[in-house]
């Protein structure tokens, strides 16, 4: 391949792969999707790299040389480290999962996990959990329903008491009629404890 090829190829590959890249990572799908969207970024970056040099650009190939120093970094740490955290979470799950009686669900993979009604259906998605500061039990848990891709979608705070936790979803005691029905959160304004407004 001539070298004005491999030019062509890079100024067509470093915006593609930039833009694929950014909605891998940007989609929170897990450790592995946003490790590998870090090694599209590598690819994109060392091709922004080409074209800077073949472009005489010294400004565009310093930046994404650094950038593909902080690329490089990101699948180490996503591919890595945090998948390897993630296997262990999922592990010990299963493996609580295949006891007589279920005792553990992985706190890292509750956050956007899909909250389903009694029926099966998917009724909202967990945002976030606030623990105890004694470390001795969930206070509540926020998960969102409604709108369109975070767009008018409604934050409501559950009674933990009201859920509950498996390996890969989280099952709700109520409908999403009921689910909608319950106080709505301010976004920024979470509250200090579990008012008796809650799902419980």
Avoid at 75 to 98: I, P
Avoid at 125 to 142: E, F, H, P, R, T
Wanted: charged fraction near 15%; hydrophobic fraction near 50%; aromatic fraction near 8%.
């Amino acid at each position: 391949m001539r070298v004005t090829d491999v030019e062509a190829v890079a100024a067509w590959v470093a915006p593609v792969a930039t833009m694929i890249a950014a909605v891998m990572t940007a989609a929170n799908l897990g450790a592995r999707v946003t490790g590998w969207g870090f090694v599209v970024f590598v690819i994109g970056s060392v091709s922004w790299s080409i074209v800077g040099i073949s472009s005489g650009q010294s400004n565009l190939l310093w930046t994404n040389g650094f950038l593909t120093f902080v690329n490089v970094i990101g699948v180490w740490r996503w591919l890595g480290r945090q998948a390897k955290y993630e296997d262990g979470g999922a592990a010990a799950a299963t493996r609580s999962a295949r006891s007589r009686v279920p005792t553990l669900f992985s706190a890292a993979s509750l956050v956007g996990s899909k909250v389903t009604g009694p029926d099966g259906g998917t009724i909202g998605i967990v945002i976030d959990a606030m623990a105890k500061c004694d470390g001795a039990a969930l206070a509540y848990v926020v998960v969102s329903e409604g709108g369109l891709g975070g767009v008018g979608e409604r934050l409501h705070a559950l009674d933990p008491a009201a859920l509950v936790f498996g390996h890969d979803n989280v099952c709700a005691k109520f409908n999403a009629d009921e689910l909608a029905a319950l106080p709505v959160l301010n976004p920024d304004q979470w509250p200090e404890r579990l008012n008796g407004g809650s799902a419980h």
